[in-house]
């Protein structure tokens, strides 16, 4: 699971600018877990950008963000909403929004998280950091755990 924390609400408001209408995707796997990009953040968050003075055209909140064409699907079947959209912004991982982008060439797509770590829940709101993903593993030297994420 990559761990993430929602942007400040007024850095998300600076990042999507003069965009009046913005369209947002959510995302049913790490973000829900995390508390910061799931059906309840999604809709806290139209809340707050329509008390901002923006227009939220839709959302929708893919199972896994980070699966391409399942969110391109999505998009597809929320094509209107998207395209009434001046920005969308993604509550999910960089992986996520980086996926939104690749579905979405043509609109400014920007980041509401903050990605962490990977990591894991022993329960909700409870996050243990098990990889910094430094890209040197030597798990296989210290028994399964990481010397540098858990040291």
Same mark, same amino acid.
């Given at each position: 699971?990559?761990?993430?924390?929602?942007?400040?609400?007024?850095?998300?408001?600076?990042?999507?600018?003069?965009?009046?209408?913005?369209?947002? $995707?959510?995302?049913?796997?790490?973000?829900?877990?995390?508390?910061?990009?799931?059906?309840?953040?999604?809709?806290e968050?139209? $809340?707050?950008?329509?008390?901002?003075?923006?227009?939220?055209?839709?959302? $929708?909140?893919?199972?896994?963000?980070?699966?391409?064409?399942d969110?391109?699907?999505?998009?597809?079947?929320?094509?209107?909403?998207?395209?009434?959209?001046?920005?969308?912004?993604? =509550?999910?991982?960089?992986?996520?929004?980086?996926?939104?982008?690749?579905?979405?060439?043509?609109? =400014? $797509?920007?980041?509401g998280?903050?990605?962490?770590?990977?990591?894991?829940?022993?329960?909700?709101?409870? =996050?243990?950091?098990?990889?910094?993903?430094?890209?040197?593993?030597?798990?296989?030297?210290?028994?399964?755990?990481?010397?540098?994420?858990?040291?």
């Amino acid at each position: 699971m990559v761990t993430t924390e929602q942007k400040a609400r007024e850095e998300i408001l600076e990042a999507i600018g003069g965009a009046k209408k913005v369209f947002i $995707v959510g995302c049913g796997d790490c973000a829900t877990l995390c508390q910061t990009g799931g059906e309840t953040e999604v809709a806290e968050m139209t $809340v707050f950008l329509e008390e901002s003075g923006k227009t939220v055209t839709g959302s $929708v909140v893919p199972d896994a963000t980070c699966q391409v064409l399942d969110l391109g699907r999505l998009l597809r079947q929320n094509k209107e909403a998207v395209a009434a959209a001046d920005a969308v912004l993604v =509550l999910a991982c960089g992986a996520g929004v980086q996926a939104a982008t690749a579905n979405l060439p043509d609109k =400014l $797509v920007y980041s509401g998280c903050n990605s962490l770590f990977i990591g894991d829940t022993q329960r909700m709101g409870h =996050l243990y950091e098990w990889c910094s993903t430094c890209g040197e593993c030597v798990i296989n030297d210290y028994g399964g755990i990481c010397p540098i994420t858990r040291c």
